[in-house]
């Protein structure tokens, strides 16, 4: 099945230790985004990548890195600088562009659940 | 900056009554798109509005998306319990970002 994994779905970290979010999809998709989602609110884009080896920050950024080595996997790392880490993390991908004339509609992972000790 | 509003942030209905969430954006849309999340789940992609005017139906749901492209909702008929979730619209800002709206709680009183 076609799709994408994300783990751990859970996890927990100490202050002060950065930890990496792993996202890995066989949909053959060019576009990877990764969201943060809060309790009441909407997503929000952390970073986003367009084709192997690009990526570009979201809306907050600060305190997260990525990279895009490989078309199949765009894992983050949420860094000791990110003040308030405890949130739904939701990895995506899309076939094409939201802004584009086709259809750019975004598929999801499972999500991992990061919580602050 | 860009913003998408969606309305309201909850709403509690009976089995079997309807419910509709509202989104307004601040600039003309190229497309919209519409999200529902189950709870402890993730968006599942429902549906692109493209035209103005649009009206498209999904069995007992009803997407419309505004003469404008500002504003689009979303109305379920006869609500069931497998209705219940968070439906989240969506917009592009960009080629490559959606702005979304914070999702409404559909919630079925016992």
């Known amino acids: 099945d076609g799709g994408i994994t994300q783990s751990p779905k859970y996890l927990f970290r100490k202050e002060g230790q950065n930890v990496t979010l792993s996202c890995e999809q066989n949909l053959n998709h060019d576009a990877m985004y990764w969201y943060r989602q809060d309790p009441g609110q909407g997503l929000r884009l952390i970073y986003y990548?367009?084709?192997?080896?690009?990526?570009q920050k979201g809306d907050i950024a600060e305190g997260y890195s990525v990279s895009r080595e490989k078309k199949e996997s765009f894992p983050l790392t949420v860094t000791s600088a990110q003040k308030n880490p405890t949130a739904f993390y939701l990895c995506a991908s899309s076939i094409d562009f939201p802004g584009t004339v086709n259809t750019g509609e975004l598929f999801f992972g499972e999500g991992s659940r990061l919580t602050v000790l | 900056g860009q913003q998408v509003m969606q309305i309201p942030q909850y709403q509690h209905v009976q089995e079997g009554e309807d419910f509709t969430t509202y989104c307004n954006s601040s600039?003309?849309?190229?497309?919209i798109q519409w999200y529902k999340q189950r709870p402890g789940g993730h968006p599942v992609f429902l549906i692109q509005l493209v035209k103005s005017g649009e009206v498209k139906k999904q069995k007992r749901l009803t997407f419309q998306f505004g003469e404008a492209k500002k504003n689009s909702s979303l109305h379920i008929t006869a609500t069931q319990t497998t209705d219940v979730g968070t439906y989240f619209c969506a917009g592009p800002y960009s080629n490559y970002q959606l702005i979304w709206g914070a999702g409404t709680k559909l919630i079925i009183k016992p």
């Open positions: 600039t003309t849309l190229s497309n």
């Open positions: 990548s367009q084709i192997v080896n690009d990526f």
